[in-house]
Every structure is written in structure tokens, then in C-alpha cells.
């Protein structure tokens, strides 16, 4: 269940008070501030900021706007309505994330025990999970086993050999080779049959050995900036498919890996891919045909929601020569997160990072002065010269490194930023993804702690989501008694569930309604079992 505690400002908020609430239910319990409605994480910081000094807090940490996922699943479900997302685990294992995921009908893509742990360990289904490393080790295919996570993927012979000795009623899904050169993180140098040369033959040989596959995925690269991709693999998926069918596999899953963009370029963004996407599957997966479409998106719902907040922890001055061999003045600053921290998104990612200085409380009073005399100025002389300084900060060339003992260590060679001083507070943001999914406590930084906020009327929505789900929990122990099997009746109940007004696509349906209507639909079908095999 969730619940709030009322009205208990946070004390390092100083005199602004946010509401304190507790979100809870049988797997996971976190704090959560409940903030009024279009709350920035960045305005959030600076209130955390002003009250930090006077309790001494000192420790780089994240905001995690929890209203942020719920508007990308929103998104996602209006622009791939076709598509189930299974949330890639390994772009940001946060169980808080994964629990918000889980309430909104997610699956998840894991790829190794501890990532299936971690699921489980939230009250997740087996069933609702893909195990999607195509090279897995031979103890964490029998952990599979064991847990009841029977669907999985494969790329080569070998792999086949170990699902046969260890785990032979295992549903595989063949991964095939797709690439868009171009994507940040191009994953099929190391990952995916060739689906001319190489994955006909595995298919073949499945079918010899008796291991059913039952679908195809790929995965055309994380970061993807060039859709044609997914064209070009769905294309080879549709031949594969056919000849799995021939080959007499049942083939119902399509699977069509991460790349979505974490916020949207002018080079890319869902609604482009889903432009491209959309019609592709009808054509080749019509919905008649009832095949199966899911996606193991990662960054799409991890990036934007996470901004990072670190303290200036020292401060150096320099001299450094700029492109024409000046020398000029630059500011070194020392902050208690880096390389070797979140910042590993520097080198594993390809990321590239902005930092901007949060506002102090001194300099958001001196602006205020500054501009309430601007303003009295203009009106003195006019309206024609009306006009607020919006660039009185005076910028300089600036580094930034992290807090480690090692020169590697560094986020941002050349940036302009305000003279700052130590104990200053600076923000990144869209820091969610792959970020301190890989973070090291390497020199005895420990990687940051989450603050999570959400707005009050998505807290509203997800204590009915969290409501929901006990029913869930109810009617799954029912079904599984009935049918002495595994229910997953999640996902098909809560897609298309979140809407903007925070309640049912549906219309503003009251929770009791939902909840009724929830129940009513309770007995339906598996949605792996309810695949239908097409010809
Ligand atoms: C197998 C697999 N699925 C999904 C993802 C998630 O990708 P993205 O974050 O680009 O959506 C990855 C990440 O690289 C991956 O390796």
C-alpha cells in the first residue's frame, strides 16, 4: 500500500515546505517528496541547496522526478500502442524505477542473475521478464530455471547447446544483427546473428535439437540517431519469422530491443522512429496475425528524470592558453562526483554533459534587487527601454573535475560558467542513463544517493497504480490456484492506463471504478500464452 505521512518539511529545506510522503507496498519502501504540479528537479535543488549549509550536507545526490516516467510511458503508449515495453534493467537498476515501471505494466529485460534477482525481488512475475543476454553463463541459466524465467534469447550455436544440457523448455528468442552506424553505442559489433548468413542455420538446428524459438529480436544500437534501421531488421525479422514457421517453430514474439532517445533532437525522437516503425509492423506483423511486439527500451525512461547535483568541493585558479595561444585566466573546480562516478557515462556512453551553476541564495537576492532597479530605471525612462538584463552574469572559461586523486578524473575540459566558490552547488541533468547503473565507489567516493520527487497529481496516480496492484496481487493468487499456473495479468491491464489528467485514458474514472473494472477483467489470458501462431 502507499501511504503519506502529512506535512512534515524536510528540515534542510529551510522555510519552503514540500510534503513528505512514503511510498510503500510488500517489496519496496522509499521516501518520496510530493511537489506541486510543473516543479522542476533544478528548483527542487536550489531550495535543498539554501537549507544544505545549515545541516551540513555535503554529498553529491540525485533528483529523480518520478512525474518524468510516467510522462514517457504516457508517450510511449500513445506513439507505440502496439508495443509492450520491457525496460532495459542495465541502463539504470534503480528498484525504485523498476517498481514505478512495474505499476505502469512494464516488462523488464535483464541480463544476468542479479538483474533477475533484483526483479524478483520486487514482486515482479518471472513471466514479465525477457533474459535478454544472448551469451549467458551456464549457473545463471539454471538460476533461470530455477525462478521460472523461461524466456530468453540466443546468437550462435553454442548457446543453443547450453539451453539444451540445462534448461531444454526454455523459449528462446533468436537475436539477429541490426546496426544504425551512427547510434551512440553501436551494440551489434558484439551481439546478433547474421540474419542472411547465420540465423537460418541456427534456426534450423534448433528445430533439430528440439529447443523452441519462438520469436526474433535485435537491437539496432543505444542511442540510435538513424530509424532506417529498424526498417531493415524488421524486414529480415518478417523472412525469419516465415521460415521459423516452416521450420515448425511457433513463432509469436517480436522483439525489437532499446535505441529510443532519451529526450527528443531534431535528429531524433520517439515519434520519428514510431513514424517509421508503426507501419512496418502493420504491414508485417498485422494485428490479426497476433503476434506479440515488444521492446527493451532503457534510456527512453531512465535519461530526463535524473538530474545530478554536486558540490564544488575545491577551487583552483589557472592559467591556460585558448586556440589562438593566449593565455588566459581559467577556474578549476573540484566536485564530489566524476569519471569514475556518474561521469562513467563519459567514456562507456559517449556522453557529453552540461553543467550550470545553481543559483545561491545571495545571488538570487542580488538579482532580485538588480532587477526591481532595472525595472524602476526603465520606467523612468520610458517603455521603449524596458528591458531586464538577462546576461548580467559575467561567464568564465572554466573546468570541471571530479573529486577522485587520478587525471582522468575529468567532466568538462572547457565550459563558461559564473565565478563560483567552494561549496557551491552545480547541476546536470538528464543524467539517468547510464549513469550510476555503472558508478564505482573507486577512491572512496561512494556513488550519489536518489531524492525522489513527483508531482501531487501523479503521487495521486500512482496511489491508485499501487492500489491497483494489490488487487492485481488478489486476483493473480486466485487465477494461479485456478489454473495452477503463472498469471501475468499486469501488463495487458495497466497498458494504456495513464492519461494527463493522471487518470484513465479512459476518462476520470473514480479509483473504486478502476478498481472494479480491474477485477471484472482479472481472468484474462497469459499474454505469452495468448501468442497466436501465424503462417
Ligand atoms: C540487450 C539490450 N536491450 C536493451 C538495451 C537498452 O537500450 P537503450 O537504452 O538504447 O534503449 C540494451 C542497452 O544497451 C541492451 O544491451
Same mark, same amino acid.
Do not use: H, Q, V
Given at each position: 500500500m502507499t501511504s503519506e505521512a502529512i506535512e512534515t518539511p524536510d528540515e534542510s529545506m529551510g522555510s519552503y515546505r514540500y510534503r513528505q510522503a512514503t511510498y510503500e507496498n510488500e517489496s519496496i519502501i522509499f521516501p518520496i517528496t510530493v511537489v506541486p504540479e510543473q516543479e522542476s528537479a533544478r528548483n527542487y535543488a536550489i531550495q535543498w541547496a539554501d537549507g544544505s549549509d545549515e545541516v551540513g550536507a555535503d554529498a553529491p545526490f540525485y533528483v529523480c522526478n518520478v512525474s518524468q516516467f510516467l510522462k514517457q510511458h504516457q508517450q510511449w503508449l500513445s506513439l507505440m500502442p502496439r508495443v509492450h515495453p520491457f525496460y532495459a534493467v542495465k541502463c539504470n537498476p534503480d528498484p525504485t524505477l523498476i517498481q514505478i515501471l512495474s505499476l505502469l505494466g512494464c516488462g523488464f529485460d535483464c541480463a544476468s542473475k542479479g538483474e533477475l534477482d533484483l526483479v524478483l525481488g520486487q514482486n515482479i512475475a518471472p513471466e514479465r521478464i525477457i533474459y535478454a543476454n544472448p551469451c549467458k553463463t551456464a549457473s545463471f541459466i539454471k538460476h533461470a530455471k530455477e525462478v521460472g524465467a523461461n524466456l530468453m534469447t540466443f546468437d550462435n550455436a553454442d548457446e543453443l547447446k547450453k539451453i539444451k544440457n540445462l534448461f531444454p523448455e526454455a523459449r528462446m528468442v533468436l537475436r539477429i544483427f541490426a546496426m544504425d552506424p551512427t547510434a551512440l553505442c553501436p551494440l551489434s559489433l558484439k551481439f546478433g546473428a547474421d540474419p542472411v548468413t547465420e540465423a537460418p542455420g541456427l534456426l534450423k538446428l534448433a528445430a533439430e535439437m528440439g529447443i523452441q524459438v519462438i520469436g526474433i529480436s535485435f537491437h539496432v544500437g543505444s542511442g540510435c540517431r538513424d530509424a532506417t534501421a529498424y526498417r531493415i531488421a524488421l524486414e529480415h525479422a518478417r523472412r525469419l519469422f516465415d521460415l521459423g514457421l516452416e521450420l515448425g517453430h511457433s513463432m509469436g514474439l517480436l522483439d525489437i530491443g532499446g535505441g529510443f532517445p532519451g529526450v527528443e533532437s531534431t535528429q531524433i525522437s520517439l515519434e520519428k522512429i514510431a513514424g517509421l516503425v508503426n507501419p512496418i509492423l502493420d504491414e508485417?506483423?498485422?494485428?490479426? !496475425?497476433g503476434v506479440r511486439i515488444i521492446a527493451e527500451p532503457g534510456r527512453f525512461y531512465a535519461h530526463a528524470a535524473y538530474t545530478l547535483v554536486v558540490k564544488i568541493i575545491a577551487k583552483r585558479e589557472a592559467k591556460k592558453k585558448n586556440e589562438e595561444g593566449i593565455e588566459t585566466d581559467y577556474k578549476m573546480y573540484y566536485v564530489n562526483d566524476g569519471v569514475y562516478g556518474s561521469f562513467n557515462c563519459l567514456v562507456f556512453d559517449h556522453a557529453t554533459v552540461e553543467a550550470e551553476a545553481l543559483p545561491t541564495k545571495e545571488h538570487r537576492k542580488k538579482d532580485d534587487e538588480e532587477e526591481d532597479e532595472q525595472n524602476d530605471k526603465d520606467e523612468d525612462e520610458g517603455d521603449e527601454k524596458k528591458q531586464i538584463n538577462n546576461n548580467k552574469t559575467t561567464l568564465h572559461w572554466s573546468c570541471v573535475w571530479g573529486p577522485?586523486?587520478? !587525471? *582522468?578524473?575529468? *567532466?568538462?575540459e572547457r565550459c563558461r560558467l559564473p565565478e563560483l566558490e567552494v561549496g557551491d552547488w552545480i547541476i546536470f541533468e538528464n543524467?539517468?542513463?547510464y549513469t550510476r547503473a555503472a558508478a564505482s565507489p573507486f577512491n572512496g567516493f561512494q556513488p550519489p544517493a536518489v531524492q525522489y520527487i513527483v508531482s501531487e497529481s501523479d503521487w495521486s496516480l500512482l496511489m491508485t497504480l499501487n492500489r491497483k496492484s494489490e488487487v492485481h496481487a488478489i486476483v493473480d493468487r486466485q487465477m494461479s490456484t485456478k489454473l495452477n499456473g503463472d498469471g501475468d495479468h499486469h501488463a495487458e491491464l495497466d497498458s494504456g492506463f495513464v492519461s494527463d489528467s493522471g487518470h484513465s485514458s479512459e476518462g476520470d474514472k473514480g479509483t473504486d471504478a478502476i478498481l472494479d473494472e480491474l477485477e471484472s477483467v482479472g481472468s484474462a489470458p497469459n499474454d505469452f500464452d495468448a501468442i497466436a501462431v501465424t503462417a
Open positions: 508485417k506483423f498485422p494485428r490479426e !496475425s577522485t586523486c587520478d !587525471s *582522468i578524473d575529468l *567532466i568538462l543524467m539517468g542513463a
